[in-house]
């Protein structure tokens, strides 16, 4: 939140920053003519402008950059971290059904001579976070 209230400053400098040229070139025009201290107030006020847009433009790219580091960081910590071993334990209850199996080269074996050990499989998924919470072998 502390990004989003120095970015809401730091643009809020450059709009009066703009407004301050702009209010120079209006008190110009209604004069209709160019002093030099017009011209001084002008160039400070352009400077001034300049130094707030980058400012503000530079705050912005953080902020998309912390973002997008965030959004990184809570894949990394949410994916489903599992492989193939991992996922046959979880459907053989650590081993204890030997209705799935996994050879030596890593191909899935299915024992149909015991597959009726196994009465329901259960994947617990989160939709929103696009990620499986659980898998559950239950055997009766």
């Known amino acids: ?28 025009l209604e004069k209709g003519e160019v002093t030099q201290t017009d011209l001084e107030e002008m160039e400070n006020s352009m400077q001034q402008q300049t130094e707030d847009y980058n400012k ?10 912390e973002n997008l ?17 991992t996922v ?10 030997t209705a799935i199996s996994v050879s030596d080269d890593g191909t899935i074996i299915l024992n149909a001579g015991s597959l009726e050990e196994l ?12 990620r499986i919470d659980g898998v559950i072998a239950d055997r009766s």
């Open 1 to 28: 939140m502390a990004n989003l209230e120095h970015i809401l400053e730091l643009n809020n400098k450059y709009k009066n920053s703009y407004g301050q040229l702009e209010k120079i070139l209006l008190e110009v």
């Open 56 to 65: 503000l433009n530079a705050a912005q790219k953080q902020a998309q950059s």
């Open 69 to 85: 580091q965030e959004q990184i960081d809570d894949l990394r910590n949410t994916k489903l971290d599992m492989n193939i071993d």
């Open 88 to 97: 046959i334990d979880l459907l053989t209850n650590g081993g204890r059904s």
């Open 119 to 130: 009465n329901q499989i259960k994947l617990s998924v989160d939709e929103q976070r696009k």
